[in-house]
C-alpha cells in the first residue's frame, strides 16, 4: 500500500465509490467530493498527493479546477477524466477536452469508461514518482 492521500473529485456519486473501490488497498488515504467548488477549500486543510477530477461537472468543470489547483498548488499532482462519446463527434470532443486540460496543467488524462487495472496502470506510478505513458 502507497502511503499517499487522493482527492477524487466526481458530481457522479457511482463513479467516486468506484475509484474508491479501485484504490482501496493501494493507496493509504482516499477522500472524495461531488462538489468541485469544495476542492479549494478542502485542499486548504489537508495536503493529498493527487487529485482526480471529472472534466464535466456543475458548477466548476474539471478544466478550470484544474486551472485553479495548478495556481494555487502548482506541485498538485493531477489526473483528469470524462467520458468518452457514443458517436465519433463526441470522442473527437472528449478527446480535445481532455488534451486541453493535458495543457493546463493535468498529468494524465482517463477516458470513461475505465476499469481497475487502467487506473491503476495511470495512478500508482504518478503517485510513485513516475509518469505512466499517456494512452487513452
Known amino acids: 500500500m502507497i502511503n ?16 474508491k473501490h479501485f484504490l482501496k488497498g493501494e493507496v493509504q488515504e482516499i477522500d472524495t467530493l ?4 469544495k476542492v479549494l477549500n478542502a485542499l486548504n486543510y489537508k495536503q493529498y498527493d493527487l487529485v482526480i477530477t471529472d472534466i ?21 499532482k493531477i489526473v483528469v477524466c470524462s467520458e468518452g462519446g457514443e458517436t465519433d463527434a463526441k470522442e473527437i470532443v472528449a478527446s480535445i477536452v481532455l488534451n486541453k486540460a493535458i495543457e493546463f496543467g493535468a498529468l494524465y488524462a482517463l ?19 513516475d509518469l505512466p505513458p499517456q494512452v487513452n
Open 4 to 19: 499517499k492521500a487522493v482527492l477524487i473529485v466526481d458530481d457522479d456519486i457511482d463513479i467516486l465509490n468506484i475509484f
Open 56 to 76: 464535466l461537472m456543475p458548477g466548476i468543470n474539471g478544466i478550470e479546477l484544474t486551472k485553479m489547483i495548478r495556481k494555487k498548488y502548482p506541485n498538485l
Open 34 to 37: 461531488n462538489d468541485p467548488r
Open 111 to 129: 477516458k470513461k469508461p475505465f476499469n481497475k487495472t487502467e487506473v491503476l496502470d495511470a495512478i500508482i506510478p504518478i503517485l510513485e514518482g
